[in-house]
């Protein structure tokens, strides 16, 4: 089992900044690849940005591209979104997930078996 949990969300002036964390516990965080998701109401799930085990990899939604930045830090089970230029569609609750995705799948949902309870984030207009 992964126990994870977010922190940093909040309420954000659109073209502001925010970053979100992940704590993971339980088995070897650096054997999971890492992701964000979110889900703003009415809307499905969707792929926010994912990391491979080593950081060799990330991968970003074309909605985050250029202003959001995932990152890891192993020693520290810690997973992070850094979120700059915040636009309104970015709000949602935003989940940090663990799994080992299939190659090329890394943005469907139903790949990553441990999930957050998600963290707010909001952004006014």
């Known amino acids: 089992q992964v126990q994870l949990v977010e922190s940093g969300g909040g309420l954000v002036q659109a073209g502001g900044s925010l970053g979100l964390s992940c704590v993971a516990s339980g088995r070897t965080f650096s054997g999971y690849h890492m992701a964000w998701f979110r889900q703003s109401p009415g809307k499905e799930r969707e792929f926010v940005a994912a990391i491979s085990w080593n950081s060799g990899t990330t991968y970003y939604a074309d909605s985050v591209k250029g202003r959001f930045t995932i990152s890891r830090d192993n020693a520290k089970n810690t997973v992070y979104l850094q979120m700059n230029s915040l636009k309104p569609e970015d709000t949602a609750v935003y989940y940090c997930?663990?799994?080992?995705?299939?190659?090329?799948?890394?943005?469907?949902?139903?790949?990553?078996?441990?999930w957050g309870q998600g963290t707010q984030v909001t952004v006014s207009s």
């Open positions: 997930v663990a799994g080992r995705p299939y190659s090329g799948s890394y943005y469907l949902t139903h790949q990553y078996g441990y």
